[in-house]
């Protein structure tokens, strides 16, 4: 028996190089950072094990606070610092270094401190106290550790941004092996559909059946004994009953409306590019009430992307209240951040698509639809 061509989509196929790309970048990165961090270790230890020491003049020791957005006295961002000078090799040189609230208040009333600097580069000095801070390092594991807390969200974010764009199947192109003149086969939203007679089929099943499904349906296996063998969960719209059938020019999904013995039914199905959504449409909208009023309505950019724009202020408000704030032990800042890069994780790069390619709506209607 001659052996069932499998099929891989152009967006399995992109997943794929994609997913590999981002993890050599992040591999890279959390190197690179991690190595960084031990170049600054690296200095105050040298510095350390062959410094001059100075008596520095204090010229200022400030606590600045800057006001949160909202009007509760206790939402400031307090700033410590310390302002000092010293003379080596004949010149003057001036730091300011930022302080925790309690080596503020150790500096309360003093004058003069004791400053270590390099003899080839007085430039490069702070306090002791500063200098085995830096020099105290850690293993280069812990220091790959703390990298991933940025560098994973960064690839993260990097991933959904390029596969927005890129892990789609190709413009105006029908996926091989994932359709048939009267079925479509959706692997990235888990949804089978056919046309059978005047009904359509929808199936939807577990993202862990996948595979099964693929290679059943890529069998020429029959709509029934697919669900069946999957345990999917099958919607039947009667089509002649269709009240309302939409579809937006960028997404890969319909929506349809029916009533049957006096009960409203809505469904969303999906499809796995806009090309075999396309191509299902045509199809779907041959066999709905010739009675349907059919529009099509055009907006315009920044009413497509106004949604996302909304998202994308709210989430770099966020971010911005996270710098301003500062939760002392609770880390709450570090959560606004993540919070607010999330939402601009989901909604910059739909912003981005609508600007460039403002949503057309194609839509068949009674005008008793919700």
Not at 126 to 135: D, M, N, R, V
Not at 238 to 250: F, I
Request: aromatic share 10%; hydrophobic share 45%; proline share 3%.
């Amino acid at each position: 028996m001659e052996k069932t061509k499998s099929y891989k989509s152009v967006a399995q196929q992109r997943k794929v190089k994609l997913r590999l790309i981002i993890a050599v970048l992040g591999i890279l990165a959390l190197f690179a950072v991690a190595w960084i961090k031990g170049i600054s270790s690296e200095k105050a230890a040298k510095l350390i094990a062959s410094h001059q020491v100075a008596q520095a003049t204090v010229l200022s020791l400030q606590h600045n606070q800057i006001k949160a957005a909202k009007t509760d006295e206790q939402d400031y961002k307090n700033i410590y610092s310390l302002q000092y000078q010293f003379t080596a090799n004949g010149n003057t040189y001036e730091k300011t270094l930022l302080l925790s609230s309690f080596d503020y208040e150790s500096f309360q009333g003093i004058e003069q401190i004791e400053v270590w600097y390099d003899p080839s580069n007085p430039q490069h000095n702070s306090t002791e106290k500063e200098l085995k801070k830096k020099a105290k390092t850690s293993s280069f594991t812990l220091r790959l550790v703390s990298a991933a807390i940025f560098v994973f969200p960064a690839m993260l974010f990097l991933f959904k941004f390029i596969a927005f764009f890129y892990v789609r199947e190709p413009k105006g192109a029908l996926p091989i092996g994932f359709y048939t003149d009267t079925s479509w086969l959706d692997i990235e939203d888990y949804c089978l559909t056919e046309i059978e007679n005047d009904t359509l089929r929808v199936a939807k099943f577990d993202k862990k059946k996948v595979s099964k499904v693929q290679s059943l349906y890529q069998s020429g296996t029959a709509f029934s004994e697919i669900v069946a063998a999957v345990k999917a969960d099958e919607t039947l719209v009667p089509l002649n009953k269709v009240t309302l059938l939409e579809s937006k020019h960028y997404k890969d999904q319909i929506s349809i409306e029916w009533q049957d013995n006096d009960e409203e039914h809505d469904i969303r199905v999906q499809f796995l590019s806009v090309a075999a959504k396309e191509h299902a449409l045509a199809r779907i909208s041959a066999l709905i009430p010739g009675s349907l009023v059919h529009q099509v309505v055009a907006r315009g950019p920044v009413q497509s992307a106004s949604a996302s724009f909304v998202g994308v202020i709210l989430g770099a408000a966020v971010i911005a209240t996270a710098m301003l704030y500062e939760f002392s032990g609770k880390n709450l800042d570090v959560v606004l951040f993540a919070f607010g890069g999330l939402i601009i994780y989901f909604a910059l790069p739909s912003m981005i698509a609508r600007l460039l390619d403002p949503t057309v709506i194609t839509s068949w209607s009674d005008g008793s639809a919700k």
